[in-house]
């Protein structure tokens, strides 16, 4: 028997940034994302000697312990390990032995959600499993806790939570952790239209989300007005952002995305680069209308919308900086697990 399960990763399309504590916890945040065609991957084959063994299949990586109530935090896949000491302890369970195999379809640091989709994942493999009593929103707040509270991760809140339900969503985020998922109903012809539009292209480089987003809740502890008067601004663009997608108003998607290109900057130091500036400025002169770093910034992926017949002259223009366009769809579906009786 293996226990299987797959969630995908996500792109925020407004609002980034405002779903980080202390923000969220004194001005409400509100954030936009949609979740694509790449996914973290899970699969849990239940063994009787008394070990566990995690896979790594991206990474080409093994490791294996004596099956234990609460495994050494010792620097190697302690994020899987955080989330089975979490498990055990949380539903009372004796030790349990088996091998976790994962895979993402993107790197880590690339802006696209992997740590908290590949969280969601196993933790909806080992909810297969083990029959664990975890709705849609417990599932994602737990996700939410073995990350930013377990393990001190810093972060947001929207993968966790973009990841177990998939599709396109409004999410709202206050004080205490409260969450509010407002799923949207977008056409499928706006849906096809805005996957064809939009350019997502990997730049072969890589960051710590957490330096960027300490100095973003720095800025916000500091009272730094640029920096929260630049996260209202987001917040308002999700909004902008909600009601174009709704109304199928796709010449509107350019400007919204500039307009929060222009904000993100100010949030917190690292955010944007050179090469960053350099790549947006390239795909604006090529037709592109607007466009965002996925993530906290500082690297990874960065997307721009191509309106009308503009994609292939703004792929051609940043073929010069040598990243590679990921070819993707959007989904609605989020966390699923299933069993293989193979």
Known sequence: MIIRSKAPLRIGLAGGGTDVSPYSDIYGGAILNATISMYAYANIIPRT???????????VEYYEYLSELQLPMDGKVDLLKAIYNRIVKKYNLKPLSFELATY?????????????TLVVAVLGAFAEWLSLPLGEYDLAHLAYEIERVDMAMAGGKQDQYAATFGGFNFMEFYENDKVIINPLRIKDRVMNELSYNIVLLYTQTSRNSSDIIQQQQKNVNAKNTKSIEAMHKLKEQSLMMKEALLKGELNKIGEILNMGWQYKKQMAEGITTALFEDLYDTAIKAGASGGKISGAGGGGFIFFYCPANTRYEVIKALEKFGGSVQRYEF????????????
């Open 331 to 342: 989904t609605k579906q989020g966390l699923e697990t299933w069993i293989s009786e193979q």
């Open 49 to 59: 000697d008394g070990k566990i063994k995690f896979t790594l299949n991206d990474k």
């Open 104 to 116: 993402v379809d993107a790197p880590p640091g690339s802006g696209l959600g992997t740590s908290s």
